[in-house]
């Protein structure tokens, strides 16, 4: 099978690398993307071809994994090489993206006469040792991502069509990163308190196994916050007029700010964030 994997980022690399091993040739379009997402794509066995329209004539299924604000400017890009191929291709949205969001990249692909796929990946980019994220599926499509499962892929149907999986994968993202933002803030409050040690004695004591996935999990925040931020927005949008929309535009605000201070000058900024949940 010839798969595009768009984009050589952390998530998309890991399932180029395990596509790749399992047999497939696997390529990818380095457009836009720097000196990071090329040596990444090297790593994974990824071939970059710089032309669309040669990309997708080169293959049979597209995986869109990106930062959730780039899908539908994505699918945009694409329509005119996919049109071209004359509804060959399977396109697969991949991104952590609303169902509306979701349909909206899915009438950009239907008017370009492909097939269409929605899907949402739970769980981290896979890894060499043999872990592997669960990626739901759902939309008509779904059967012909299965063969993806002999390529090393943990592909999981749901029933609901187009919209379904993403709305699993942010109800999801709802609990996890919501749950990393409060406690993000939480640090902060704690830190403008003086009271950073006192509360994590608190939580040693009457919250050890929250402690602990906190532990583990902050520290891996940092430097991918900034795509979390339009996952944040995607929540809200998917909640649409419930009032908890606006708890998950004031969580993408919490990604920005620990962002900001990352891209500014790194862990120096953060250091609120370390006498609670270390480094």
């Known amino acids: ?26 390529m990818t379009s380095l457009a836009g ?28 299924l597209v995986l869109s994994i990106l930062p959730p604000a780039e899908a539908v400017a994505l699918a945009r890009r694409l329509a005119p090489a996919l049109a071209a191929a004359g509804g060959r291709v399977l396109y697969a949205d991949c991104n952590a993206i609303a169902p509306a969001t979701v349909h909206e990249v899915g009438a950009i692909i239907a008017a370009a006469g492909c097939r269409f796929a929605d899907v949402g990946i739970v769980g981290g980019p896979p890894r060499a040792e043999g872990y592997t994220p669960h990626l739901y599926a759902s939309g008509e499509a779904v059967a012909d991502l299965l063969p993806l499962r002999d390529l090393g892929l943990d592909i999981r149907p749901v029933a609901g ?22 406690a993000i803030a939480a640090a902060r409050g704690a830190a403008n308190a003086g009271v950073a040690d006192a509360l994590r004695a608190e939580f040693a004591e009457s919250q050890p196994q929250l402690l602990a996935w906190l532990q583990r999990q902050i520290p891996t925040v940092y430097p991918k916050a900034y795509r979390w931020v339009g996952e944040m927005e995607e929540i809200a949008r998917a909640l649409g007029a419930d009032p908890a929309g606006d ?28 006498t609670l949940y270390g480094r």
């Open 161 to 182: 069509g187009i919209g379904a999986a993403s709305g699993l994968k942010l109800a999801y993202a709802s609990l996890t990163k919501g749950l990393t933002a409060i």
């Open 247 to 274: 708890m998950f535009m004031g969580a993408a605000g919490v990604y920005e700010g620990v962002a900001a201070a990352w891209a500014d000058d790194g862990a120096p900024g953060l250091d609120f964030l370390a």
């Open 1 to 26: 099978m010839k798969i595009a994997v768009i984009a050589a980022g952390e998530m998309g690399s890991g399932v180029g690398a395990r596509l790749h091993r399992g047999g497939a040739t696997v």
């Open 33 to 60: 993307r720097g000196p990071a997402s090329a040596e990444r794509a090297r790593r994974a066995g990824m071939i970059a071809i710089a032309d669309d329209a040669e990309l997708i004539a080169a293959s049979d």
